[in-house]
T-cell receptor
Framework: AQSVTQPDIHITVSEGASLELRCNYSYGATPYLFWYVQSPGQGLQLLLKYFSGDTLVQGIKGFEAEFKRSQSSFNLRKPSVHWSDAAEYFCAVGLRNFGNEKLTFGTGTRLTIIP | GAVVSQHPSRVICKSGTSVKIECRSLDFQATTMFWYRQFPKQSLMLMATSNEGSKATYEQGVEKDKFLINHASLTLSTLTVTSAHPEDSSFYIC?????????????FGAGSRLTVL
């Protein structure tokens, strides 16, 4: 079965600093990969996704992620964070089975932004 | 874009009562919907896959008689927590694949926070 690991439970960065959130997955093949963001008490919003092709994907809100097959990683980056980026971030994998869209989520990384 | 609406957003109930949570796809049809459960400061755990017109598929360890799922139309799935107990208190989130979001992309509802007293 597939699994997702987000090794950082909580990260604190200063506003304007760069950010990298780590995500590693375990799966027999290349899965579909996603990053979602969750604000307190809210549902999840899709930041970006990787299905195939260019391994560097651009998302909303200035986020990007790079798929590295050799490392089974899909780390999320942002060059300069804003206070509004404070939230919980989830990496997720989906199976490459037609019509099967269920996702397996990592444990999440809580991002705190300090002035 | 595709929107998934959940209702209620918050519900408090007494132990032993049943609570129904609705999940609606707005402006798109969803033959499949997914119900997740999220404990405080933890990840989302898939509970079940709701299938329009047929029985839901439950993940291992999820009691189907406890968490009743009905997917009666192409835009509505409901989750009923029966005989709720305090340990059922959680954040329940539904999601659906929306065609205009691309294959295998789920749109999530805003979640329903259940508190059982």
């Amino acid at each position: 079965a597939q699994s997702v690991t987000q090794p950082d439970i909580h990260i604190t960065v200063s506003e304007g600093a760069s950010l990298e959130l780590r995500c590693n997955y375990s799966y027999g093949a290349t899965p579909y990969l996603f990053w979602y963001v969750q604000s307190p008490g809210q549902g999840l919003q899709l930041l970006l996704k990787y299905f195939s092709g260019d391994t560097l994907v651009q998302g909303i809100k200035g986020f990007e992620a790079e798929f590295k097959r050799s490392q089974s990683s899909f780390n999320l980056r942002k060059p300069s964070v804003h206070w509004s980026d404070a939230a919980e971030y989830f990496c997720a994998v989906g199976l490459r089975n037609f019509g099967n869209e269920k996702l397996t989520f990592g444990t999440g990384t809580r991002l705190t932004i300090i002035p | 874009g595709a929107v998934v609406s959940q209702h209620p957003s918050r519900v408090i109930c007494k132990s032993g009562t049943s609570v129904k949570i609705e999940c609606r796809s707005l402006d798109f049809q969803a033959t499949t919907m997914f119900w997740y459960r999220q404990f405080p400061k933890q990840s989302l755990m898939l509970m079940a896959t709701s299938n329009e017109g047929s029985k839901a598929t439950y993940e291992q360890g999820v009691e189907k008689d406890k968490f009743l799922i009905n997917h009666a139309s192409l835009t509505l799935s409901t989750l009923t927590v029966t005989s709720a107990h305090p340990e059922d208190s959680s954040f329940y989130i539904c999601s659906a694949p929306a065609a205009d979001s691309g294959a295998n992309v789920l749109t999530f509802g805003a979640g329903s926070r259940l508190t059982v007293l």
